[in-house]
């Protein structure tokens, strides 16, 4: 029940119809969005995203392609009487940028908007489904990546067999979380006789902007899904250094050494016109990879 | 020589495939940009509107869909080296919102910005080619519409005609000026028997987000073209008053009082799925109305 919704994937420069970075996580009917680059609201037209159903927003850095479709979301959100609460995460001058426009617009906005300040190995989010957190990655300026956890699933109630039982409602909460029924004439009915086990809960990382650095391996590891950026293909590895990003091959060892089941690749420089090769050297080193592509959903299994 | 391209031509929340507002007016191949909404440079894109030719930009207020784009175009100059400096005319609070913005992206721009307060009826550019006005219209916070006047042309040179009376190349100028050549004999070459006029120069105007108010007739008097928002048609003119905008015969009747040549409108509300009704009811007040249509180039004859 978690899964990820890529909205962009290319880097600084909008081009060859990619938009810069902005997905989705949806868990269990919840969306969380991460980053919201330039053109996101458009690109939730376009993907049929229920704008309407997020209210936690993760914003990864200051750099403009991870931020700029942010206060014109949040207008919208205004003009079209969004109720929830709507919070945001970012680093600390997120929150000025987006006081000063909102105030020049003397907009009243319907619901309350909440900042959050990021800090390195923070959990942002912990409630009976899920647990986010934040984790610090090594670009040239503060930037954070995020791990979503489901929480372990409770067991399925067989409810046939739990009906035929004659265990009362009242103690199906007990059922789920595992416990065996003792009858009212002493009798025990065992937990497995009457429910199933449930999927354990899955995790998804965004690793955001980063250099080559393993420092964030101990943050996804043995994740199920993780997204890595790989600006560059590999021959550019000493740009991608200079500038503080990712090749393939970097992306896809880091997936290695972390023990991930899948990776996901995107934030493609806009000097690429096709996207093949960069599949093809990830694949090299890490054969579980897959682009991330606008539009697509991931299932996270 | 002067048109205007439409890249946004709908109101405050994107819908139906129209964007929020901005268009290129183009005048003897300069570009000026006027208003920037958000995606304003994918739109850039799709139309093949040369974005390194641009230097002026134009923001009429301080409404999101009006501006939120200018930040990311900007960015997006610096990362392609842009080297021209650029100009940015706008309500004063416009500078601190893209200075904030550009700091913490810690970027470093190749070009020079320069910023310029908007104040009522004050004249922006005005150079041998052109002359650009802004004046204030009647919106919720501080607006303002611009007016781009050509500059009458020179005189159009009949080459060989001019070789054939043996005039030098040095009083070309003079020619194109009107002035008649005195021969080293003392005859007279008559101007207009070697030159002929140009078209006079033609005016657009930009009328912004405005209510109906007839004092920027003034501004617009006589003018080729006009841009005027029609946000509601006419059955929703009390919505109109209360938000500050004009319905389809409000527009129209400001087009007729200014005795305008042709009338664009645009800046339509998401609530409208189809246009053609605000075609219908403002051509049957105004009939030489077209409606801002994304993508397109009205040439100003």
Redesign the interface.
């Known amino acids: 029940m978690l899964s990820v919704t890529i909205l962009g994937n290319n880097s ?4 060859f119809n990619r ?1 810069p970075t902005s997905q989705v996580v949806t868990q269990d009917g919840t969306n969380y969005l991460v980053d919201c680059g ?2 996101t ?2 690109q939730m ?1 376009r993907y049929k995203v229920r704008r309407g159903k997020i209210s936690h927003i993760f914003i990864s850095h ?4 991870h931020y ?2 942010l ?2 979301l949040i ?2 959100f205004g ?2 009487s969004h109720q929830q609460d709507l919070h945001i995460y970012g ?1 600390a ?1 997120l929150q ?2 987006i006081e ?2 909102l105030k ?3 907009a009243y906005l319907p619901f309350h908007l909440h900042f959050h300040t990021l800090t390195d190995n923070a959990t942002l989010v912990d409630n009976e489904k899920i647990r986010i957190n934040c984790f610090k990655t090594t670009h ?2 503060e930037c954070y990546g995020f791990s979503f956890e489901e929480k372990i699933m409770k067991r399925k109630l067989l409810i046939e067999k739990v009906r035929k039982a004659g265990i009362p409602v009242s103690f199906y909460t007990s059922l789920q979380s595992g416990l065996d029924y003792l009858t009212p004439k002493g009798g025990i009915i065992k937990n497995d006789e009457v429910t199933m086990a449930s999927e354990n809960g899955k995790k998804y990382a965004f690793c955001a902007d980063t250099k080559y650095d393993e420092s964030i391996i101990e943050h996804i590891y043995e994740a199920d899904m993780v997204y890595h950026e790989t600006t560059y293909l590999d021959n550019l590895r000493d740009k991608a250094e200079e500038r503080f990003h990712s090749t393939t091959r970097q992306a896809a060892t880091i997936a290695k050494k972390a023990k991930i089941k899948q990776l996901l690749i995107g934030h493609f420089s806009s000097k690429y016109n096709t996207l093949e090769q960069f599949l093809i050297e990830a694949r090299d080193v890490f054969p579980d990879t897959e682009l991330a592509t606008e539009g697509k959903t991931y299932e996270i299994h």
Request: net charge negative.
């Open positions: 600084a420069v909008p081009a938009h330039e053109g609201q458009i037209i200051l750099h403009g392609d700029y479709g206060i014109g207008n919208t003009l079209l680093p001058p000025q940028i000063i426009q020049v617009t003397e040239r300026i």
